[in-house]
Nanobody, 122 residues
Framework: QVQLVESGGGVVQAGGSLTLSCETS????????MAWFRQSPGKKREFVAL????????EYGWFVKGRFTISRDDVKQTLFLQMNSLEPEDPAVYFC???????????????WGQGTQVTVSS
């Protein structure tokens, strides 16, 4: 079965850094566009970052402002999100997803992980 498992969430100080990982199995990882979304209580899920299967297309949500870097390792079948300069507005559950096309719309993605919590203290 297809499985996406996020890890790396936790509590960080404002201005700190955190790296999220998404380990995948059950799919041909190198053929999929991958993305990160996030969701806070009472808010809809929002786009964070995406990367195409060949790494030609990389996009970030408007709020990222150069602070995050998305990357992938096809050998390890793992997606990463390096998060720097975290702000009090960034806490949320961050979800990993896989889909056919690299677009910043959640309905483009067919598979989702369970999410990992990111909390920013001030």
């Amino acid at each position: 079965q297809v499985q996406l498992v996020e890890s790396g969430g936790g509590v960080v100080q404002a201005g700190g850094s955190l790296t999220l990982s998404c380990e995948t199995s059950g799919l041909t990882f190198s053929d999929y566009a991958m993305a990160w979304f996030r969701q806070s209580p009472g808010k809809k899920r929002e786009f964070v970052a995406l990367i195409s299967y060949n790494e030609v297309t990389i996009e970030y949500g408007w709020f990222v402002k150069g602070r995050f870097t998305i990357s992938r390792d096809d050998v390890k079948q793992t997606l990463f999100l390096q998060m720097n300069s975290l702000e009090p507005e960034d806490p949320a559950v961050y979800f990993c997803s896989a889909g056919s096309f690299p677009q910043a719309s959640e309905d483009q993605y067919d598979y989702w992980g369970q999410g990992t919590q990111v909390t920013v203290s001030s």
